[in-house]
């Protein structure tokens, strides 16, 4: 189901809302040997790119217009 870019998309808006703060990421880089600052850039990479892949997947799956009808069931 690609409904769950919705969802991709709103935890990246939050997790940039946070990180542009620069909010809890000291303890991150105090405590860990993760590599710094990077990772959250990286990981904000990959939402972004994960969220853009299922949008794909429902563009090329989704029908629409006419096509659309014969989908829908006639009860």
Known sequence: ???IATT???MHERFMRLYSRRAMLHHYTQY???GG???F???SE???SLADSYRQLQS???PSGPEME???PMF
């Open 32 to 34: 860990t040997d993760g």
């Open 60 to 62: 090329s799956v989704a």
């Open 1 to 3: 189901n690609s409904c």
């Open 41 to 43: 850039d990286e990981a």
């Open 70 to 72: 014969r989908y829908v």
């Open 37 to 39: 600052a990077g990772v």
């Open 46 to 48: 990959s939402l972004v």
């Open 8 to 10: 991709f998309e709103s």
